[in-house]
């Protein structure tokens, strides 16, 4: 059990390395891509916004990683994790991270050692060895002195591995919603602003194609039969020609140019919480990506003094701060007992277009690009902006009901239907984990009963 188990100086079983200092007027050699403190999550790595530094031949060893690596953040949220599996090579690190490795011949784990300092990192136990008085650094000499609890390795691996199978089956949960998205945004792509399909008509009708969309037609012509054929009931929804519309070019002919309001309406009277009962409060980061983080009763003594009262399913929760960091959400379920954050504006549709379909657009990569810069253009304290920025995007929307309904129905219905369902299963692992977590590290809970637990769930 957890109380016979030696406490061992982390120091003792590791070799650990800080990053390169980021320095463009002294650094030489080639550009390799780096890994800094924004790289690093609980768990795994944003690698969508990597940077260049110039490394020498002799650094590549001391600052490169291997598959197995740990990664350690010095600062910003001290002790966030996660080990390395080579998703981009040749890959550096920055000095604002650690490097870990288990001594070679020393029996550790490395995933019982990120398993121990992510647990022991959340519950504050590193917050002793923190320097620092506003900016909280975990430096490599307080690092090595960290004191943990070491069972035998064949104790370390079965627990790694006993956790390891739950976040093994959330990230491929993850992956597979990837999947469906990415598929869901091409055909989008293709449908509603390559208009592949009008263009199709277009070719085969013999009309002709506006300059600008010339590359495209080419590039279908040349596909031939290999052009994958919609359903004729479909394919004839769409028109064969094109017209020039002033605010967004060449569309389809019958199509509109609309904007966000001619689709959603924003809800926004607030109601005082003071006299509330209780109540599950959502702020702007209790929802990311379509993921809603909590569902838990929130203290009312702790809630700001206004809230958005007025929510119901199929509404659209869209933050209006840094709209690039995906606070968003379809909601999908009853949400009678919930209350929103004034920050927090509440879309609800109006007219014939779906409130899934506008959701889409909506977390569309273009849309949060444009309205980053929006937010960024206006000045404050930070990047924010509000309905009135909002409803001013456009859009190009068929006026056939029928074309939008296939599409929602034989797509995006499907694709959020199992992608939410996948998240769900997602938050029930992801508790299950984080209930086992400190019962196996303390040796309060067997690894016999906790494989009967993880087996049952999976």
């Known amino acids: 059990m957890g109380s016979e188990w030696p406490t061992v100086r982390l120091g003792d079983h590791i070799e650990t390395c800080l990053g390169k200092m980021l320095d463009k007027q002294k650094n030489v050699g080639a550009l390799h891509p780096y890994l800094g403190n924004k790289s690093v999550r609980w768990g795994s790595f944003n690698l969508d916004e990597l940077s260049e530094m110039r490394f ?6 001391k600052y490169g990683l291997r598959h197995g690596d740990l990664v350690v953040c010095e600062g910003g949220e001290p002790g966030r994790c996660a080990i390395w599996k080579d998703r981009v090579p040749d890959m550096k690190i920055q000095k604002a991270l650690h490097r870990i490795r288990p001594k070679k011949g020393l029996e550790l784990d490395v995933y019982y050692l990120f398993y121990w300092l992510t647990f022991n990192a959340k519950i504050g136990r590193l917050d002793a060895f923190f320097t620092g008085t506003t900016i909280k650094h975990l430096t490599g000499r307080a690092l090595v002195e960290l004191r943990l609890e070491l069972p035998p390795i064949p104790t370390q691996e079965s627990i790694s591995r006993i956790l390891r199978s739950l976040d093994d089956k959330i990230e491929l949960n993850r992956r597979m919603n990837e999947t469906l998205e990415s598929m869901a945004r091409a055909l989008f792509k293709s449908w509603f602003v390559d208009f592949d399909p009008v263009i199709d008509n277009a070719l085969a009708a013999g009309n002709p194609i506006p300059e600008p969309l010339s590359a495209r037609a080419e590039t279908r012509r ?3 039969p290999q052009r994958k054929p919609l359903p004729k009931n479909i394919q004839n929804h769409f028109p064969s020609s094109f017209v020039f519309d002033d605010e967004m070019g060449w569309i389809p002919a019958g199509w509109e140019s609309v904007t966000i309001s001619d689709m959603v309406e924003s809800i926004s009277e607030t109601y005082p919480l003071k006299d509330v009962e209780k109540v599950i409060f959502l702020n702007t980061g209790d929802i990311l990506a379509g993921c809603f983080l909590h569902d838990d009763y929130s203290p009312v003594k702790g809630l700001p003094g206004q809230a958005k ?23 999908d379920f009853d949400v009678s007992d919930y209350v929103v954050s004034t920050k927090l504006m509440v879309l609800r549709s109006r007219g014939n277009v779906e409130s899934l379909f506008t959701y889409f657009l909506l977390k569309q990569e273009s849309t949060t690009n444009h309205l980053q810069m929006m937010a960024e253009s206006r000045s404050g304290t930070f990047p924010q902006i509000t309905y ?3 409803e001013t995007v456009r859009f190009t929307l068929p006026d056939c009901d029928k074309l939008l309904s296939y599409f929602c129905s034989q797509f995006l219905g499907p694709q959020f ?10 938050e029930t692992l992801t508790k299950l984990r984080d209930t086992l977590l400190p019962k196996l590290l303390s040796g309060e809970l067997r690894i016999p009963d906790a494989e009967k637990l993880v087996a049952g769930s999976l």
Do not use: C, M, Y
Request: aromatic share 4%; hydrophobic share 25%.
């Open 222 to 224: 040349a596909l031939g």
């Open 309 to 331: 009262k007025t929510i119901q399913k199929d509404d659209i929760l869209f933050s209006e701060i840094r709209p690039k960091n995906k606070r968003h959400a379809f909601v």
């Open 388 to 390: 009135t920025q909002l």
């Open 417 to 426: 239907e199992q992608s939410r369902k996948r998240d769900r299963e997602s």
């Open 56 to 61: 020498q031949d002799h650094e590549h060893e």
